[in-house]
Structures are given as structure tokens and as C-alpha cells.
């Protein structure tokens, strides 16, 4: 990935704290992700959103996402411009995101920006917390504090129908919740990187909490770990 470091980054004398924050779609995790990020003092990163500009620059392209060619190469040239696409959060480019993030090729491309992102994060700032699907398993497995966030089927695509129907698309529930399942289906089934909890992640099952109380509760287990 072609990304200028437009700001002074931590010289490295002092370890990052990484938290990784990993779970399926519309589970909560990004909300509380940028929660702790702000609670601690932290650098953020929607590493989601890296795959979702991948995919929407293959479709600008007329490209097929799951052709690994055309997706890596997309991936490589990836840049600032294409993770400002303003299409990123829309189904259609979320479906297209899971696609390419099958890809090992796309996958290698946009492995060490996130590393570095991670370990050297921007603005001098003492540690950083991504969110994704293999941050805790690939991109961080020394990460100290892993959270591995979900919710039930139907709790996630309401959540989900809320926010693209707050923002005019004009879905239906049940569609959302097809989309979010093949999403699911695909993160999950995929051999590079697939999406499943690290054996040392803390899980937190957000359907029957509300955002103030989810951020707390990571923020406990985030405070627990870092004071041992
Ligand atoms: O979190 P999201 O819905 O914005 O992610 C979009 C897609 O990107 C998701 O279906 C799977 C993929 N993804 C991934 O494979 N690995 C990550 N670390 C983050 C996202």
C-alpha cells in the first residue's frame, strides 16, 4: 500500500500498547474501538475500512473483487484518496470488501501498514487500537489486550438496517441480515486470515448491552490487563 506518513511517528524507544479489537459485522466492535481509543489516549484504526477501499476501487474499475489480480494490484497501489472514498460504508462495497479480503495477495499488501500502524503509531501516541477480523490471531498476535466482540444474528443486522436506513438507502431488514450472514459465511469459511477469536481473547457479547456499558466493560478488561 502506497501511504505517505504525513506525521511525526513514535521514534520506537518506547513499546506501543496495542489493543486489538476483532469481531463480525456490525457487532460493536468499531464504536468501542475508537471508545478505548480515546479513554487511553490511543492511535485508531478501522482496518476494515483498508479492505473496503480496496474493494470499492476494483468496482470504480469495473473489476470483478474476486479476482486476485486485479484485487492485489488494487491493493498495492492502494491509496489516501482511496480510503477517503465517500461509497466505503455502503452494502454494496462491504460485500465487495469480504471478496477481496479472501485474497492472500491483498492480504500481504496491507500487512505492514497495519503493523506499523500498530507498533509505531502516529502522533507520538503510547499505543494504538485496531479493529478487524485477524488482529488479534495475524496482524498483532502479541498484541497484550485482545477483545473479540459479538452479538446475535438479528441484534447486529437491526443495528446495521438503522444505520443505512438513517443514512436514505433503501433496504430491507431481511436484507441486511442476508448480507450480513454471507459476510459472516465468507470472513469466517476463508483460509487466509479467517475471522475467529485468538485463544487468549477476552469475549464480549454486546446484543444485551447498551454502547456506555459495553465501552465499560472493555474498558475493565483493558485496565485488568494492563495493570498486570
Ligand atoms: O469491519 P468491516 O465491515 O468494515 O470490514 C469489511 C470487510 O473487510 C469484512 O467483511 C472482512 C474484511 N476485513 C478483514 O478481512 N480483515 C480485517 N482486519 C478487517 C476487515
Known amino acids: 500500500m502506497n501511504m505517505p506518513e504525513k506525521t511525526p511517528r513514535n521514534p520506537g524507544s518506547l513499546k506501543s500498547v496495542v489493543i486489538a479489537v476483532d469481531g463480525p459485522v456490525a457487532a460493536g466492535k468499531g464504536t468501542l474501538a475508537r471508545r478505548l481509543a480515546e ?22 474499475q469495473g473489476g ?19 480510503r477517503a472514498a465517500p461509497e466505503l460504508r455502503s452494502e454494496v462495497v462491504g460485500l465487495a470488501a469480504s471478496k477481496v479480503a479472501a485474497i492472500p495477495g491483498v492480504r500481504a499488501a496491507l500487512l505492514e501498514f497495519q503493523r506499523r500502524f500498530a507498533h509505531q503509531p502516529p502522533h507520538g501516541k503510547a499505543g494504538a487500537v485496531l479493529d478487524g477480523r485477524d488482529i488479534g490471531t495475524v496482524v498483532c498476535p502479541d498484541a497484550p489486550v485482545k477483545l ?19 443514512k436514505g438507502e433503501n433496504v430491507s431488514f431481511e436484507r441486511v441480515l442476508a448480507d450480513l450472514r454471507q459476510r459472516d459465511a465468507q470472513d469466517q469459511a476463508r483460509a487466509a486470515a479467517p ?20 465501552v465499560a466493560a472493555a474498558a475493565e478488561a483493558v485496565a485488568a490487563i494492563l495493570k498486570r
Open 148 to 166: 473479540f466482540v459479538t452479538a446475535r444474528d438479528e441484534v447486529r443486522a437491526e443495528r446495521r438496517y438503522r444505520e443505512l436506513v438513517d
Open 64 to 82: 470483478d473483487p474476486a479476482d486476485p489480480v486485479i484485487a492485489t494490484k488494487a491493493a498495492e497501489s492502494l491509496d489516501e484518496s482511496d
Open 39 to 60: 479513554r487511553f489516549g490511543y492511535a485508531y484504526l478501522d482496518t476494515g475500512a483498508l479492505y473496503r477501499a480496496v474493494g470499492a476501487k476494483v468496482l470504480r
Open 195 to 214: 475471522l475467529k477469536p485468538a485463544a487468549d481473547a477476552h469475549l464480549l457479547d454486546t446484543s444485551d448491552l447498551a454502547i456506555e456499558a459495553a
